[in-house]
Nanobody
Framework: QLQLVESGGGLVQPGGSLRLSCAAS????????MGWYRQAPGGQRELVAT???????NYADHVKGRFTISRDNAKTTLILQIDSLKLEDTAAYYC???????WGQGTQVTVSS
């Protein structure tokens, strides 16, 4: 069964950085394209970053240059480095395969001054 556990969220000021982690069960990261999704309060869940099994990455236009997705196959961990945080980055962040399957609990990122 697919298990995904996100961590690393928190409260941060605008301009700050966070490093989100996703612990994935089994060999998911080596066999699937993975993504980070987010859902802002009152909004729909959106895909913001993806990484293929070959390591190719892609980003939503509004996060390009600030978000970096990476994958550590040895540790079965998916990473999202978020820099230059903006108020509008406030959301619950989730990792999942692309397209998504079962959702984990997510990790909350709150950007506030």
């Amino acid at each position: 069964q697919l298990q995904l556990v996100e961590s690393g969220g928190g409260l941060v000021q605008p301009g700050g950085s966070l490093r989100l982690s996703c612990a994935a069960s089994g060999s998911i990261l080596t066999f699937y394209t993975m993504g980070w999704y987010r859902q802002a309060p009152g909004g729909q869940r959106e895909l913001v970053a993806t990484i293929t099994t070959g390591g190719d990455t892609n980003y939503a236009d509004h996060v390009k240059g600030r978000f970096t997705i990476s994958r550590d196959n040895a540790k079965t961990t998916l990473i999202l480095q978020i820099d230059s945080l903006k108020l509008e980055d406030t959301a619950a962040y989730y990792c999942n395969i692309v397209p998504p399957g079962f959702w984990g609990q997510g990790t909350q990122v709150t950007v506030s001054s």
